[in-house]
């Protein structure tokens, strides 16, 4: 029998290597999972771009993560106080300006595919196969059914929107028109290879020239062996530590799903809702074209390449400014999937007062309106109506405003 | 502490009253079987069970008593699937009782398992006992996770008898909008409760290890409580992000995943990983600081 003392040694010895063990296994971890070294054969940027435009569409399913961190204020927490909580799904649409979403895609790189959003307890599925889609939300388990109502026409219009021309471009000339025109306003590099989800991959590097753009520079992490894009990164000016914007993959595999997972059936006891999408008949794309026209005087740009400064006039701007204005009929904006309005939104009848009050939180009172700053993006609304963006600082928006 | 007073109403059987006493094998086993007895046997455990066992009775009667009323698809997840579905009875009052309630009951466990003897002055006696104080800890240990496996199991088990006859049973619809068969769904809840039942691990030895540094059972119980609370609390708060992936409740949700279409056995295997490494931490503290000399009785 042991004594029911235990020597003094042991008793500081356990815990310290408890712990140390414990740091151990979490400190490897991510040296494991990097374990699979990338040696990729030399290339260079011209190569790869090529490369990625001659590839075929991969069949994959995967885990992609999209992480935002653009300086703004806490919006959830804005939004929160602002009334509008959707705590208990988890996935609510304020993580796209800051925070991490998790989704999953499957694709079989041709006509069917499944896109979920990762809610904690709930998912948001979105199944398209072919010519129709579904959207299906596990927390009040609705199914929005979309069809078109002529499917004949669809292929019609996948035909009229791809004309073969005379002279068709190969992937390489298609590349070469790329790299020409980023080329005036960016340098393409390559960074050192990278492993992203498991796999070797290169990293092609978007610096602009421009100095005084907020951007610094775009990575793109190009899968070496599909040259599928794995992983999209916009770096700010500011931090050159942690992207502003960062989509990728965390897990990937580039297999063919099984059909369980991109056939759809409806479950018993679900909602359905049926939404049939009508297809534009050749006079309507024409108005369509002509109404865009008489568009285009409300949108002016000034500047160049990534300097550009984006103005719009002719928004409702003084209704989000508090200044009375005629609110739209909130009937008429339906959002175009209410599965993912109802679920993730939640919206309240008093919408405006709320957007007033986020946009409160998010901006700041400048000389004639009210400036949104972001890392990457500055976004300037004036009291006269204009909207102005840039990915330029907000004294670079001022100025162009006058 | 009077020692007439203490040791009558714990039945401390075994080695105690063997004269011929010589190190043999069973001894753990009997230790164990005691320590089981005890904890399942206390009537204040009963009761507490008992009462959890209500928890998905009562949400059961009331969806069913509210299930024309449209708000009903505004709760919180998994009600509105338990409506159709008894199945997601179980999910949806497992997941009702994760946040506090299931806390309480690993607090109840491990607050009595060693500053409750010492307070009732228990310890002492068994620590007299010829059994080494590890392996005491780990009967201790035992007894506690036994206790939280059986309320598990009480919360799943009503919630399944009370859904199949509120609800009935019928093939179950995944978070992903897929039907699978019965069998395959039941498995998969089974898999949840079992997840849910690990998640707990962490916080069982937490609270034994709180419990070996007093003698007021309650300030144990309590601590127990505001370790898993507090957890949560930091789990929300952005700022804190880097340490998200250790906090101990971090992980509590996963059993999500076990409910959608392709079962991402990574979140699975790290929730679970997360809770061995939360064991072997304190643990050992607990082991070093009960193996202790001059630990009070």
């Known amino acids: 029998m042991t004594s029911p003392t235990i020597s003094r040694h042991a008793r500081w010895g356990v815990p310290t290597l408890a712990v140390s063990a414990v740091v151990a296994g979490f400190a490897l971890q991510p040296l494991l ?26 069949p994959l399913s995967g885990t992609v993560v999209y992480t935002a961190d653009l300086g703004l204020p806490n919006i959830a927490a804005l939004a929160g106080v602002a009334g509008l909580n959707s705590a208990m799904t988890s996935a609510d649409p304020t993580n796209l300006l800051a925070g991490t979403s998790t989704l999953k895609v499957w694709t079989d790189a041709d006509s069917r ?109 190009i899968d070496g062996k599909t040259f599928s894009p794995l992983k999209v990164a916009v770096w700010s000016r ?107 939104a939640q919206m309240p009848e008093e919408a405006p007062q709320i957007a007033q009050s986020l946009l409160a939180g998010l901006s700041t009172e400048v000389d004639g309106g009210r400036l949104i700053s972001s890392s990457l993006v500055n976004v300037l609304l004036l009291d006269d109506g204009r909207v102005l963006v840039g990915a330029v600082p907000g004294d670079t928006l001022l100025a162009a405003a006058r | 502490m009077p ?10 059987t075994g080695p105690t009253q063997t004269e011929r006493w010589t190190p043999r094998r069973g001894a753990t086993g009997r230790l164990l079987a005691a320590e089981l007895r005890l904890v399942l046997g206390r009537r204040r455990n009963q009761v507490f069970v008992a009462g959890l066992g209500l928890v998905p009775a009562l949400l059961g009667l009331m969806l069913y008593l509210t299930r024309d009323d449209p708000r009903t698809s505004e709760g919180p997840g998994f009600l509105t699937q338990a409506t159709n579905n008894g199945v997601f009875l179980v999910v949806a009052s497992l997941f009702m009782c994760l946040p506090f309630l299931l806390p309480l009951t690993v607090a109840l466990a491990t607050g009595d398992a060693v500053a409750g003897e010492a307070s ?22 035992v007894g506690a996770l036994a206790l939280v496996a059986v309320a598990v199991g009480v919360v799943a088990t009503v919630g399944l008898v009370v859904g199949a006859a509120l609800f009935g049973l019928h093939d179950v619809v995944l978070l992903s909008g897929t039907t699978v068969p019965l069998a395959e769904g039941m498995l998969r809840v089974l898999g949840v409760v079992v997840y849910i039942g690990l998640s707990l691990t962490g916080l069982v030895v937490v609270g034994l290890f709180v419990s070996t540094l007093t003698e007021v059972p309650i300030a144990a119980m309590v601590a127990t409580v505001v370790v898993a609370v507090v957890s949560t609390i930091l789990d929300t708060l952005p700022a804190l992000s880097a340490v998200h992936p250790y906090l101990l409740t971090h992980y509590w949700y996963g059993f999500a995943e076990l409910l959608r279409l392709e079962v991402d056995w990574n979140t699975v295997g790290t929730g679970l990983g997360l809770q061995v490494a939360w064991v072997v931490v304190f643990g050992a503290f607990a082991w070093s600081r009960f193996t202790q000399s001059n630990i009070s009785s």
């Open chain 1, 33 to 58: 999972a990097a374990a699979s070294a990338a040696d990729l054969p030399e290339t260079t940027p011209e190569q790869l771009v090529a490369q990625v435009l001659a590839a075929d569409p991969q």
């Open chain 1, 113 to 221: 595919s499944r896109v979920t959003l990762q809610g904690g307890t709930s998912e948001f599925s979105v199944v398209h196969d072919a010519t129709q889609a579904w959207t299906y939300s596990s927390h009040d388990q609705t199914v929005t059914h979309y069809t078109v109502d002529d499917p004949a026409r669809l292929a019609e219009l996948g035909q009229t929107e791809v004309p073969v021309p005379a002279d068709l471009p190969t992937p390489p000339r298609a590349a070469d028109d790329l790299l020409a025109e980023l080329g005036q306003h960016s340098t393409l590099t390559l960074d050192a290879t990278t492993t992203v989800a498991g796999r070797a991959a290169y990293q092609l590097v978007l610096t602009p020239k421009s100095t005084t753009t907020l951007v610094g520079r775009i990575t793109v992490a």
């Open chain 1, 238 to 344: 500011d931090d050159a530590q942690n992207p502003a914007v960062e989509l990728g993959f965390t897990d990937v595999t580039f297999a063919t799903p099984s059909d369980q997972v991109l056939t759809w059936s409806t479950p018993a006891g679900a909602q359905v809702e049926e939404v049939v999408v009508p297809l534009p008949t050749d006079a309507e794309i024409a108005e369509a074209a002509a109404e865009a026209q008489d568009l285009a005087p409300t949108v002016t740009v000034s500047g160049t390449g990534w300097d550009q400064v984006v103005t719009i006039t002719g928004l409702p701007v003084d209704e989000l400014m508090g200044l009375p204005g005629t609110g739209p009929d909130r009937s008429a904006h339906r959002h175009p999937l209410p599965g993912l309005a109802q679920d993730y």
């Open chain 2, 3 to 12: 020692a007439e007073t203490g040791p009558t109403a714990e039945p401390t």
């Open chain 2, 120 to 141: 009732a002055g228990t310890l002492r006696y068994l620590l007299v006992l010829p059994v080494s104080r590890s392996r005491l800890l780990f009967a201790k240990a």
